[in-house]
């Protein structure tokens, strides 16, 4: 048998990228001879085999048909006789269809390095479509590698629409999905994932809450860029800028959905769009079996974000019941992340990305000063249950009074 490095780690060499896994593929085995090597089936049907001791992800060498509709309808021919250029061509981008020999030799059949150097995400062949995912997957890769200037080549993008068409990414499983979404969204440029995603047409079949919002005008006295579709890219931008987390990342993409349901007679005020966008963006956070955090954070950062803009504004009760909504007094984590996501709300705007957002400190320092009211002076007192629940509001709301009264200052 001869086993090769495939996939990212030759691709990640070759750009002079730190290569965080490796692949290899193996050609002329048969499973038994694998066994007996020790390496360990990660499945009954699937011809992919553990390392040992490394435990890296060692595949046959294959070829697949496609039998059926969705990712549940792969045959795999795997066999001794398949070869290395007949395994490379059915992967998904010339970049990724490179292999390394054990002698360092590079195998390169299909011009991954003429593409690297041209900066191209272009596909093998027309096996590219035996796999819907592959659409988000190279719109992932656009968001990884655009700050090296990598962009899909046209033909890809001729091929990733027709899948769109399709309607073969509704067959996607959302485990499949959100997997390649929340690494997109992690990347340098996750704006560039979700314009990828429109250019092929796939943002209006896989997210059409949000496809919706381009074409949607905002006031440009607080909106220069007007776009609301363009806005949501630019806080996306920021939220890069800023290594915001995922949950961040997840409630800015959603945050403005409800832009998308104005009345066109409205337009460009938008009032209300946040009450009207939270069951939008339920519906999309449950499609997608987003995490927990990342749905609540959404909701929360839907409803709420005006009141953050405008919170140097707010009358003290306001501003407790804000607070009262994140729970802020148990969950202080999750209001901080949204204070970080309003920030970059109003950041992603053309012109006013490096503008002053006091609303952030005041915001945190509002939560620090309910935060510090102490309970056990109104149990000493002989508070209990409701009532004990009513006096805490009511010290909380004086200490907000008291901390808005000292200029925002604890
Ligand atoms: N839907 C897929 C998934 C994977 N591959 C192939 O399998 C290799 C390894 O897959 P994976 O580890 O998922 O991606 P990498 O390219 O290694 O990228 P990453 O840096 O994200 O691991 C890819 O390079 C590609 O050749 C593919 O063709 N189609
Ligand atoms: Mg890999």
């Not at 490796?22 to 049907?45: H, I, K, S, Y």
């Not at 990347?187 to 047409?201: H, S, T, W």
């Not at 609301?228 to 996306?236: D, F, P, Q, T, Y």
Request: net charge negative.
């Amino acid at each position: 048998m001869q086993i090769y490095r495939v996939g990212g780690a030759v691709r990640d060499r070759l750009l002079g990228r730190e290569a965080t896994e490796n692949d290899w593929v193996v050609v002329g085995a048969t499973p038994e001879e694998m066994q007996a090597q020790g390496f360990r089936p990660v499945g009954a049907d699937f011809p992919v085999f553990l390392h040992p001791q490394s435990g890296e992800e060692y595949a046959l060498a294959r070829t697949e048909r496609k039998s059926g509709r969705g990712y549940g309808g792969f045959t795999f021919h795997a066999s001794p006789d398949v070869t290395l250029e007949q395994d490379l061509i059915r992967r998904d981008l010339t970049v990724n269809a490179m292999a390394e020999d054990g002698q360092g030799g590079l195998i390169d059949p299909y011009g991954g390095q003429r593409d690297l150097q041209a900066r191209l995400l272009r596909h093998v062949s027309p096996a590219f479509a035996e796999d819907p995912l592959r659409v988000l997957r190279v719109a992932r890769f656009a968001a990884r590698y655009a700050p090296l200037g990598f962009t899909v080549a046209e033909e890809t993008l001729e091929l990733m629409r027709q899948i769109a068409e399709s309607g073969e990414l509704d067959a996607l499983t959302p485990e499949r999905s959100w997997k390649e979404i929340s690494r997109a969204l992690m990347e340098p440029r996750p704006d560039q994932f979700i314009q990828v995603l429109r250019d092929c047409g796939a943002l209006a079949a896989w997210l059409p809450e949000l496809d919706k919002l381009f074409g949607v005008p905002q006031p440009a006295k607080h909106h220069p860029e007007v776009d609301a579709g363009a806005h949501v890219l630019a806080v996306l931008r920021q939220c890069a800028e800023h290594d915001q987390p995922l949950t961040v990342r997840w409630a800015c993409l959603l945050h403005d959905l409800g832009k998308g349901l104005t009345p066109e007679e409205d337009w460009p005020q938008h009032i209300a769009h946040e009450k009207r966008g939270l069951k939008l963006i339920k519906a999309v956070n449950e499609r997608c079996k987003a995490p927990r955090d990342c749905q609540e954070l959404a909701l929360l950062v839907g409803e709420y974000h005006t009141h953050a803009h405008r919170a140097l504004e707010l009358r003290a009760t306001t501003l407790l019941e804000l607070l009262q909504s994140f729970d802020v007094y148990r969950r202080p984590q999750r209001f901080e992340e949204f204070v970080s996501a309003c920030e970059m709300d109003a950041r992603g705007r053309a012109g006013l990305e490096q503008r002053d957002y006091p609303q952030a400190a005041y915001l945190l320092g509002a939560a620090a000063a309910a935060r510090a009211v102490a309970v056990q002076p109104l149990l000493e007192k002989g508070f209990k249950g409701a009532e004990l629940g009513e006096a805490l509001k009511g010290e909380r709301l004086k200490a907000l009074k008291a901390y808005k009264e000292g200029g925002g200052k604890a």
